[in-house]
């Protein structure tokens, strides 16, 4: 029985896989490299320095930099990436978003939040939706980051609730395998092409929205 639902942010609850995509971009630029669009998918759901090796790994500038100049790096990319998000607001959630988290609290599931990201937080409040969250996990806490099913797990540990009574929602590859791998169920939102590995995937969060709908009929 279905008791709780974790969420991914970035590509789930808003669209800042965009912004995360333009501030590696610019950092590449700035190092003289063209970026591949393909890492915009291949960067989701991926914490920030095992981002910045899939970047560098793109460019073929993986030998360039010492693991210290990296550091560096990727404090950059942060930089440009909070730019970009510091005027959020509530008008930046995924359209059917709200409405989402609305169902599932009037149907008494427990609301989780599973994101890579240590600017999460700032997005809940920004966008006004940190009060549908019963818990947020931290990032910084967890040892492997997705593929890994760690950061799903540590959700469903905190709401103390089994796994499998837990439905994860993810836009990423890596992520769906981090939700698969914790033994919940999956549902995918974005590129069925980009989400080969999830069986359930939906255009967008409206998709979501209906499922749950039925879900509650049932
Ligand atoms: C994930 C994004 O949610 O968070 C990744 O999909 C990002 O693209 C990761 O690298 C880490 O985010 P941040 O904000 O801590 O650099
Ligand atoms: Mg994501």
Redo the contacts with the bound molecule.
Sequence with gaps: MIKAVIF????VLTE??HQ??LAWNRLAEELGYILPLEVKDA??????L??LDIVLKAVNADKRFTESEKLVL?EI??IY?IESIKRFTAEDLSGGARELLELLKENGLKIALA??????KFLLRAMEIKQYFDIVVD?AVIQKGKPAPDIFLKAAELLNIAPEDCIGIE??YA?IESIQRAGMTALGVGDAAVLSNCSIVFDNLQGVYSYFVRLFRE
């Design positions: 991914d942010m970035d590509g800042t896989s995360h995509f960067v989701r759901g991926i914490s920030r095992a981002s990727a990319k942060n990436y994101s890579a990201s240590k600017n999460s990032p836009d990423a992520g």
